[in-house]
């Protein structure tokens, strides 16, 4: 009896233990799939630079700020020459508007008032 639990300890201690085959199918799969995984890890990678290297060119060829300086000094300039000319312009139109109607007054004495008249004449002989 002793004999048959000495061989059934070997048996269970041989059966622990993994066969050369079992090992080499084993190391096979790590070693693929390792070598998988740093196929996949060196795409990224070269993905990645090539990414980089693409927002690095756009960066390199944005515009700075003070490249658009004369630009934007450029249009203010004409903008201002543009507000000047507009408040000329509305004061020409002011100008015209009251001496229009001055003189459409003169020309119509008879649709204005005696008292209005009175007073235009009195306006027109202190000038």
């Known amino acids: 009896m002793e004999d048959a639990l000495a061989e ?12 050369y085959d079992q090992f080499e199918q084993a190391y096979d799969e ?47 300039a004409k903008l201002k020459q543009l507000q000047d000319r507009l408040r000329a312009l509305a004061a020409l139109k002011r100008d015209a508007e009251a001496a229009g109607t001055k003189s459409r007054f003169l020309r119509f004495p008879l649709l204005l008032p005696k008292a209005a008249l009175t007073r235009i004449s009195h306006c027109n002989n202190g000038q």
Do not use: G, H
């Open 8 to 19: 059934k300890a070997d048996v269970c201690a041989v059966n622990k233990k993994v066969n």
């Open 30 to 76: 790590l070693t693929r799939n390792i070598d998988e995984t740093l196929a996949k890890l060196t795409q990224q990678e070269a993905l990645w630079q090539q990414t980089l290297d693409e927002i690095q060119n756009e960066i390199a060829n944005k515009l700075d700020k003070a490249d658009l300086r004369p630009l934007k000094d450029y249009v203010n």
